[in-house]
Protein backbone atom coordinates (compact mmCIF):
# COMPACT_ATOMS: atom_id res chain seq x y z
CA UNK A 1 0.00 0.00 0.00
CA UNK A 2 1.52 3.65 -0.89
CA UNK A 3 1.17 5.26 2.13
CA UNK A 4 0.64 9.21 2.62
CA UNK A 5 1.06 8.92 5.95
CA UNK A 6 4.97 8.29 7.13
CA UNK A 7 4.62 10.20 10.38
CA UNK A 8 3.07 9.07 13.99
CA UNK A 9 2.64 10.54 17.39
CA UNK A 10 2.03 9.05 19.66
CA UNK A 11 0.88 10.60 22.76
CA UNK A 12 0.06 9.33 26.46
CA UNK A 13 -0.22 10.42 29.86
CA UNK A 14 2.90 8.48 30.58
CA UNK A 15 6.21 6.48 29.35
CA UNK A 16 6.85 4.24 32.04
CA UNK A 17 5.15 0.91 32.54
CA UNK A 18 2.08 2.15 34.78
CA UNK A 19 -1.69 0.63 33.28
CA UNK A 20 -3.07 -0.41 30.41
CA UNK A 21 -3.56 2.43 28.47
CA UNK A 22 0.44 2.99 28.67
CA UNK A 23 0.92 -0.43 27.42
CA UNK A 24 -1.62 -0.41 24.45
CA UNK A 25 0.16 3.34 23.84
CA UNK A 26 3.64 2.21 23.85
CA UNK A 27 2.87 -1.14 22.30
CA UNK A 28 1.11 0.87 19.22
CA UNK A 29 4.54 3.08 18.74
CA UNK A 30 6.62 -0.17 18.59
CA UNK A 31 4.00 -2.02 15.72
CA UNK A 32 4.14 1.33 13.84
CA UNK A 33 8.37 1.58 14.23
CA UNK A 34 8.51 -1.95 12.92
CA UNK A 35 6.44 -1.25 9.83
CA UNK A 36 8.97 1.42 9.05
CA UNK A 37 6.88 4.69 9.86
CA UNK A 38 8.71 7.68 12.04
CA UNK A 39 7.54 7.07 15.47
CA UNK A 40 7.86 9.75 18.16
CA UNK A 41 6.62 8.84 21.40
CA UNK A 42 5.09 12.27 23.41
CA UNK A 43 4.67 11.43 27.15
CA UNK A 44 3.87 13.61 30.29
CA UNK A 45 5.80 12.13 32.43
CA UNK A 46 8.33 9.39 32.88
CA UNK A 47 10.57 7.33 33.58
CA UNK A 48 10.65 5.95 30.11
CA UNK A 49 10.34 2.05 29.64
CA UNK A 50 12.83 0.07 28.23
CA UNK A 51 10.50 -1.06 25.23
CA UNK A 52 10.65 2.52 24.00
CA UNK A 53 14.74 2.32 24.28
CA UNK A 54 14.68 2.40 20.68
CA UNK A 55 12.14 5.21 19.89
CA UNK A 56 12.42 8.86 20.17
CA UNK A 57 10.68 9.75 23.36
CA UNK A 58 9.80 13.37 24.91
CA UNK A 59 8.97 13.77 28.75
CA UNK A 60 7.15 17.03 29.44
CA UNK A 61 7.32 16.70 33.41
CA UNK A 62 8.42 14.28 36.58
CA UNK A 63 5.70 13.32 37.25
CA UNK A 64 2.13 13.58 37.01
CA UNK A 65 -0.19 16.77 38.27
CA UNK A 66 -1.01 14.97 41.64
CA UNK A 67 2.96 14.75 42.48
CA UNK A 68 3.35 18.59 41.81
CA UNK A 69 5.13 20.04 44.72
CA UNK A 70 2.36 22.91 44.55
CA UNK A 71 -1.30 21.72 44.46
CA UNK A 72 -1.93 24.84 43.18
CA UNK A 73 0.10 24.80 40.61
CA UNK A 74 -0.47 21.19 39.50
CA UNK A 75 -4.36 22.06 39.73
CA UNK A 76 -3.64 24.91 37.40
CA UNK A 77 -1.24 22.79 35.31
CA UNK A 78 -4.01 19.95 35.07
CA UNK A 79 -6.96 22.16 33.46
CA UNK A 80 -4.84 23.20 30.49
CA UNK A 81 -1.36 23.29 30.96
CA UNK A 82 1.52 25.69 29.54
CA UNK A 83 4.20 23.68 29.18
CA UNK A 84 2.18 20.41 27.64
CA UNK A 85 1.04 22.85 25.05
CA UNK A 86 4.70 24.21 24.37
CA UNK A 87 6.16 21.07 24.28
CA UNK A 88 4.27 19.84 21.99
CA UNK A 89 3.97 23.02 19.57
CA UNK A 90 7.60 22.73 19.27
CA UNK A 91 7.68 18.59 18.48
CA UNK A 92 4.93 19.69 16.40
CA UNK A 93 6.96 22.34 13.52
CA UNK A 94 9.16 19.48 12.80
CA UNK A 95 6.93 17.62 10.87
CA UNK A 96 3.65 18.41 8.28
CA UNK A 97 0.20 18.19 8.42
CA UNK A 98 0.45 16.27 4.79
CA UNK A 99 2.31 13.15 6.00
CA UNK A 100 2.11 13.27 9.99
CA UNK A 101 -0.71 12.36 12.34
CA UNK A 102 -1.28 12.61 15.99
CA UNK A 103 -2.26 9.34 17.92
CA UNK A 104 -3.45 10.21 21.57
CA UNK A 105 -4.11 7.58 24.55
CA UNK A 106 -4.40 9.48 27.44
CA UNK A 107 -3.91 13.22 28.72
CA UNK A 108 -5.69 13.99 31.65
CA UNK A 109 -3.13 12.64 34.28
CA UNK A 110 0.21 14.28 32.99
CA UNK A 111 -0.80 16.46 29.64
CA UNK A 112 -4.11 18.15 29.77
CA UNK A 113 -5.87 19.12 26.49
CA UNK A 114 -3.85 21.72 25.70
CA UNK A 115 -2.26 18.92 23.57
CA UNK A 116 -5.40 19.51 21.52
CA UNK A 117 -5.34 22.75 21.32
CA UNK A 118 -1.61 22.40 19.86
CA UNK A 119 -3.03 20.20 17.22
CA UNK A 120 -5.54 22.49 16.31
CA UNK A 121 -3.19 25.50 16.29
CA UNK A 122 -0.69 23.89 13.42
CA UNK A 123 -2.97 22.10 11.59
CA UNK A 124 -2.41 18.91 12.49
CA UNK A 125 -5.00 15.98 12.28
CA UNK A 126 -5.50 13.84 15.67
CA UNK A 127 -6.90 10.62 16.44
CA UNK A 128 -8.06 9.28 20.48
CA UNK A 129 -8.19 5.61 20.94
CA UNK A 130 -10.99 5.96 23.65
CA UNK A 131 -9.70 3.96 26.39
CA UNK A 132 -11.87 5.41 29.52
CA UNK A 133 -14.62 7.99 29.08
CA UNK A 134 -13.28 11.45 30.63
CA UNK A 135 -14.12 12.96 26.65
CA UNK A 136 -17.07 13.17 28.33
CA UNK A 137 -17.46 11.75 32.25
CA UNK A 138 -15.74 14.00 34.47
CA UNK A 139 -15.03 11.40 36.60
CA UNK A 140 -14.02 9.25 33.76
CA UNK A 141 -15.85 6.43 34.40
CA UNK A 142 -19.46 7.19 34.16
CA UNK A 143 -19.84 5.77 37.66
CA UNK A 144 -20.48 6.91 41.38
CA UNK A 145 -17.41 5.88 43.46
CA UNK A 146 -19.56 7.36 46.63
CA UNK A 147 -21.94 5.09 46.03
CA UNK A 148 -20.39 2.21 44.30
CA UNK A 149 -23.00 2.05 41.21
CA UNK A 150 -23.03 2.61 37.75
CA UNK A 151 -23.73 6.74 36.81
CA UNK A 152 -26.87 7.98 34.67
CA UNK A 153 -26.57 11.12 35.17
CA UNK A 154 -25.80 13.70 31.65
CA UNK A 155 -22.28 14.81 32.51
CA UNK A 156 -22.04 18.21 33.22
CA UNK A 157 -25.42 18.95 33.94
CA UNK A 158 -27.05 20.01 37.15
CA UNK A 159 -27.89 16.69 38.75
CA UNK A 160 -24.35 15.73 37.23
CA UNK A 161 -22.49 18.88 39.38
CA UNK A 162 -24.71 18.37 42.43
CA UNK A 163 -23.99 14.91 42.80
CA UNK A 164 -20.48 14.27 45.16
CA UNK A 165 -19.23 11.39 42.97
CA UNK A 166 -15.56 11.29 43.08
CA UNK A 167 -13.25 9.12 44.86
CA UNK A 168 -11.63 12.13 46.75
CA UNK A 169 -14.71 13.88 47.68
CA UNK A 170 -16.91 16.93 46.27
CA UNK A 171 -13.95 19.66 45.55
CA UNK A 172 -12.58 17.05 43.62
CA UNK A 173 -15.82 16.49 41.66
CA UNK A 174 -16.37 20.39 41.47
CA UNK A 175 -12.34 20.99 40.24
CA UNK A 176 -12.92 18.06 37.64
CA UNK A 177 -15.66 19.50 36.30
CA UNK A 178 -14.42 22.66 35.59
CA UNK A 179 -11.62 20.47 33.46
CA UNK A 180 -14.16 18.99 31.49
CA UNK A 181 -15.50 22.03 30.41
CA UNK A 182 -11.93 23.22 29.73
CA UNK A 183 -11.19 20.47 27.66
CA UNK A 184 -14.36 19.55 25.66
CA UNK A 185 -13.45 23.51 24.05
CA UNK A 186 -10.22 22.53 23.69
CA UNK A 187 -11.31 18.87 21.62
CA UNK A 188 -14.00 20.30 19.75
CA UNK A 189 -10.88 22.40 18.09
CA UNK A 190 -9.02 19.90 17.49
CA UNK A 191 -12.26 17.35 15.89
CA UNK A 192 -10.44 14.28 16.79
CA UNK A 193 -11.33 10.90 14.96
CA UNK A 194 -12.73 8.78 17.66
CA UNK A 195 -11.34 5.35 17.97
CA UNK A 196 -13.04 2.78 19.81
CA UNK A 197 -12.36 -0.39 21.45
CA UNK A 198 -15.58 -1.98 21.19
CA UNK A 199 -19.01 -1.10 20.30
CA UNK A 200 -19.43 -1.34 24.12
CA UNK A 201 -17.73 2.10 24.46
CA UNK A 202 -19.00 3.36 21.63
CA UNK A 203 -22.84 3.22 22.48
CA UNK A 204 -21.76 4.96 26.01
CA UNK A 205 -20.27 7.95 24.54
CA UNK A 206 -22.86 7.84 21.53
CA UNK A 207 -24.43 11.42 21.17
CA UNK A 208 -21.42 13.13 23.01
CA UNK A 209 -21.56 16.07 20.87
CA UNK A 210 -18.07 14.81 19.37
CA UNK A 211 -18.57 11.57 17.90
CA UNK A 212 -18.79 12.13 14.10
CA UNK A 213 -21.45 9.33 13.21
CA UNK A 214 -18.69 7.17 11.28
CA UNK A 215 -17.02 5.13 13.88
CA UNK A 216 -13.76 3.40 13.76
CA UNK A 217 -12.89 0.98 15.62
CA UNK A 218 -9.22 -0.48 17.12
CA UNK A 219 -9.46 -3.05 19.69
CA UNK A 220 -6.55 -3.95 21.57
CA UNK A 221 -4.39 -6.30 20.02
CA UNK A 222 -2.79 -9.59 22.00
CA UNK A 223 0.40 -11.26 21.52
CA UNK A 224 -0.87 -14.75 21.43
CA UNK A 225 1.65 -17.97 21.45
CA UNK A 226 1.74 -19.23 18.15
CA UNK A 227 0.88 -22.83 19.04
CA UNK A 228 -1.73 -23.28 21.78
CA UNK A 229 -3.07 -26.54 23.07
CA UNK A 230 -5.88 -25.95 25.47
CA UNK A 231 -5.41 -27.44 28.92
CA UNK A 232 -7.39 -30.68 29.89
CA UNK A 233 -11.18 -29.06 31.31
CA UNK A 234 -11.48 -32.24 33.19
CA UNK A 235 -8.26 -31.32 35.48
CA UNK A 236 -9.57 -27.45 35.84
CA UNK A 237 -10.68 -27.03 39.39
CA UNK A 238 -11.95 -23.62 40.65
CA UNK A 239 -12.48 -20.25 39.44
CA UNK A 240 -9.75 -17.25 39.45
CA UNK A 241 -10.36 -13.69 40.22
CA UNK A 242 -7.32 -11.13 38.40
CA UNK A 243 -7.31 -7.26 38.87
CA UNK A 244 -7.23 -4.84 41.47
CA UNK A 245 -8.58 -5.21 45.27
CA UNK A 246 -10.94 -1.72 44.58
CA UNK A 247 -14.63 -1.22 45.09
CA UNK A 248 -15.43 -1.04 41.02
CA UNK A 249 -13.36 -4.06 40.74
CA UNK A 250 -16.38 -5.62 43.08
CA UNK A 251 -13.60 -8.25 44.24
CA UNK A 252 -16.25 -8.94 47.57
CA UNK A 253 -18.91 -10.20 45.27
CA UNK A 254 -16.58 -13.04 43.79
CA UNK A 255 -15.57 -13.91 47.08
CA UNK A 256 -19.04 -13.95 48.51
CA UNK A 257 -20.54 -16.64 45.49
CA UNK A 258 -17.48 -18.66 46.01
CA UNK A 259 -18.02 -19.04 49.44
CA UNK A 260 -21.79 -19.32 49.11
CA UNK A 261 -21.54 -22.15 47.06
CA UNK A 262 -18.53 -24.03 48.77
CA UNK A 263 -16.41 -23.54 45.76
CA UNK A 264 -12.84 -23.21 45.16
CA UNK A 265 -11.53 -19.73 44.65
CA UNK A 266 -8.29 -17.94 43.82
CA UNK A 267 -7.23 -14.34 43.53
CA UNK A 268 -4.48 -12.64 41.62
CA UNK A 269 -4.19 -9.14 42.22
CA UNK A 270 -3.51 -6.66 45.32
CA UNK A 271 -5.36 -3.75 46.55
CA UNK A 272 -6.28 -1.57 49.62
CA UNK A 273 -9.32 -4.24 50.27
CA UNK A 274 -6.70 -7.14 50.31
CA UNK A 275 -6.43 -7.88 54.18
CA UNK A 276 -9.88 -6.87 54.44
CA UNK A 277 -11.01 -9.76 52.30
CA UNK A 278 -8.16 -12.27 53.76
CA UNK A 279 -9.71 -11.97 56.62
CA UNK A 280 -13.02 -12.20 55.77
CA UNK A 281 -13.26 -15.10 53.62
CA UNK A 282 -10.11 -17.55 54.87
CA UNK A 283 -10.87 -20.12 52.28
CA UNK A 284 -10.33 -18.50 49.54
CA UNK A 285 -6.12 -18.29 48.11
CA UNK A 286 -5.23 -14.76 47.82
CA UNK A 287 -1.96 -14.95 45.65
CA UNK A 288 -0.68 -11.15 45.60
CA UNK A 289 0.24 -10.10 41.73
CA UNK A 290 1.51 -12.23 39.43
CA UNK A 291 3.20 -12.16 36.52
CA UNK A 292 2.17 -13.49 32.60
CA UNK A 293 4.04 -16.73 33.32
CA UNK A 294 1.95 -16.99 36.74
CA UNK A 295 -1.03 -15.67 35.00
CA UNK A 296 -0.70 -18.25 32.01
CA UNK A 297 -0.06 -21.39 34.67
CA UNK A 298 -3.57 -20.43 37.01
CA UNK A 299 -5.30 -20.30 34.04
CA UNK A 300 -4.81 -23.31 33.03
CA UNK A 301 -5.56 -24.51 36.16
CA UNK A 302 -8.82 -23.30 36.47
CA UNK A 303 -12.16 -23.95 35.26
CA UNK A 304 -13.00 -20.18 34.58
CA UNK A 305 -12.20 -16.94 35.17
CA UNK A 306 -14.55 -14.53 36.74
CA UNK A 307 -15.08 -10.68 36.22
CA UNK A 308 -16.91 -8.94 38.87
CA UNK A 309 -16.56 -5.41 37.62
CA UNK A 310 -19.47 -3.49 39.04
CA UNK A 311 -18.06 -0.26 36.59
CA UNK A 312 -18.78 0.03 32.55
CA UNK A 313 -15.13 -1.47 32.57
CA UNK A 314 -14.51 -0.78 28.49
CA UNK A 315 -12.58 -3.25 27.23
CA UNK A 316 -10.82 -6.12 29.75
CA UNK A 317 -8.50 -8.30 27.98
CA UNK A 318 -7.86 -10.32 30.91
CA UNK A 319 -11.13 -12.97 29.69
CA UNK A 320 -9.07 -13.31 25.87
CA UNK A 321 -5.77 -13.69 27.58
CA UNK A 322 -7.65 -16.46 29.77
CA UNK A 323 -8.89 -18.00 26.29
CA UNK A 324 -5.50 -17.24 24.67
CA UNK A 325 -4.03 -18.75 27.10
CA UNK A 326 -5.16 -21.96 28.15
CA UNK A 327 -9.07 -22.24 26.34
CA UNK A 328 -10.87 -21.74 29.73
CA UNK A 329 -14.59 -19.46 29.57
CA UNK A 330 -15.20 -16.37 31.68
CA UNK A 331 -18.58 -15.52 33.44
CA UNK A 332 -18.94 -11.78 33.37
CA UNK A 333 -21.28 -9.28 34.16
CA UNK A 334 -23.59 -7.50 31.50
CA UNK A 335 -22.49 -4.08 31.68
CA UNK A 336 -18.65 -4.22 30.68
CA UNK A 337 -17.04 -4.36 27.35
CA UNK A 338 -16.11 -7.90 27.73
CA UNK A 339 -19.61 -8.49 26.46
CA UNK A 340 -18.82 -7.50 22.55
CA UNK A 341 -16.55 -11.11 22.61
CA UNK A 342 -18.35 -12.88 25.51
CA UNK A 343 -21.08 -14.54 24.51
CA UNK A 344 -23.64 -16.04 27.20
CA UNK A 345 -23.47 -19.85 26.90
CA UNK A 346 -21.61 -20.05 23.44
CA UNK A 347 -17.35 -18.67 25.50
CA UNK A 348 -19.25 -18.24 28.95
CA UNK A 349 -21.72 -16.36 30.51
CA UNK A 350 -23.02 -13.70 31.81
CA UNK A 351 -24.59 -12.33 35.06
CA UNK A 352 -26.45 -8.90 36.12
CA UNK A 353 -24.49 -6.05 37.38
CA UNK A 354 -23.52 -6.91 40.67
CA UNK A 355 -26.11 -9.03 41.85
CA UNK A 356 -25.08 -11.74 43.73
CA UNK A 357 -27.85 -14.50 43.24
CA UNK A 358 -27.27 -14.23 39.23
CA UNK A 359 -23.23 -14.80 39.65
CA UNK A 360 -24.19 -17.59 41.44
CA UNK A 361 -26.27 -18.73 39.14
CA UNK A 362 -23.72 -18.46 36.48
CA UNK A 363 -20.89 -20.12 38.52
CA UNK A 364 -23.47 -23.07 38.50
CA UNK A 365 -23.99 -22.87 35.23
CA UNK A 366 -20.55 -23.80 34.83
CA UNK A 367 -20.67 -26.65 37.06
CA UNK A 368 -22.34 -28.53 35.09
CA UNK A 369 -20.49 -30.74 33.04
CA UNK A 370 -22.74 -31.15 29.32
CA UNK A 371 -22.84 -26.94 29.72
CA UNK A 372 -19.18 -26.08 30.29
CA UNK A 373 -18.30 -29.30 27.55
CA UNK A 374 -20.36 -27.20 24.85
CA UNK A 375 -19.05 -24.12 25.86
CA UNK A 376 -15.31 -25.76 25.80
CA UNK A 377 -15.73 -27.24 22.62
CA UNK A 378 -17.21 -23.70 21.06
CA UNK A 379 -13.82 -21.53 22.77
CA UNK A 380 -11.54 -23.93 20.51
CA UNK A 381 -13.57 -23.71 17.73
CA UNK A 382 -13.89 -20.33 17.47
CA UNK A 383 -10.33 -19.86 18.71
CA UNK A 384 -8.30 -19.42 15.93
CA UNK A 385 -10.54 -17.07 14.12
CA UNK A 386 -10.27 -14.71 17.42
CA UNK A 387 -6.74 -14.60 17.97
CA UNK A 388 -5.88 -13.51 13.97
CA UNK A 389 -8.25 -10.88 14.48
CA UNK A 390 -6.38 -9.57 17.90
CA UNK A 391 -2.94 -10.01 16.53
CA UNK A 392 -0.64 -7.14 15.77
CA UNK A 393 -1.01 -7.67 11.67
CA UNK A 394 -4.38 -6.71 12.38
CA UNK A 395 -4.15 -3.90 14.44
CA UNK A 396 -1.30 -2.78 11.96
CA UNK A 397 -4.25 -2.89 9.30
CA UNK A 398 -6.80 -1.27 11.38
CA UNK A 399 -4.03 1.61 12.42
CA UNK A 400 -3.08 2.17 8.71
CA UNK A 401 -6.81 2.14 7.38
CA UNK A 402 -7.46 5.25 10.00
CA UNK A 403 -4.46 7.38 9.57
CA UNK A 404 -4.79 7.43 5.90
CA UNK A 405 -8.43 8.30 5.64
CA UNK A 406 -7.49 11.33 8.12
CA UNK A 407 -4.41 12.71 5.46
CA UNK A 408 -6.63 14.38 2.44
Known amino acids: MSRRVKNIIVVSDTASNDGGVSQIACLTANILKGAGYGVTYFAGCGPVRS ?98 EICHRKPCSVGCVLRNCDKRGYAQKLYRVARAIRQNRSVRRAKPKLCYLSPFVRNILYKSGIDDDDPAYLPNPILAPKTFTPSDPTNRQGYLFVGRFDPEKNPKLFCEAITRLGLQGTMCGSGHQLETLEAQYPGIEFLGWCDKDQLSDQFRRHRALVMTSSWYEASPLVCLEAMFASGIPSIVPNTCGAIDYIKDGVNGALFENNDLGSLCSALERMENTAFYKGVCENIERELPELRKDRSYDAYLKRLESVYEAQIV
Do not use: M
Not at 81 to 109: I, M, N, Q
Not at 118 to 142: K, M, Q, S, W
Open 51 to 148: ELKDIRTIVVRDGSFLKSASKVSGALEGLHSKASYEALTELLREFSPADTVVHVHGWTHALSSSIFDACADLGFRVIITVHEYFLVCPNGGFYDYQRN
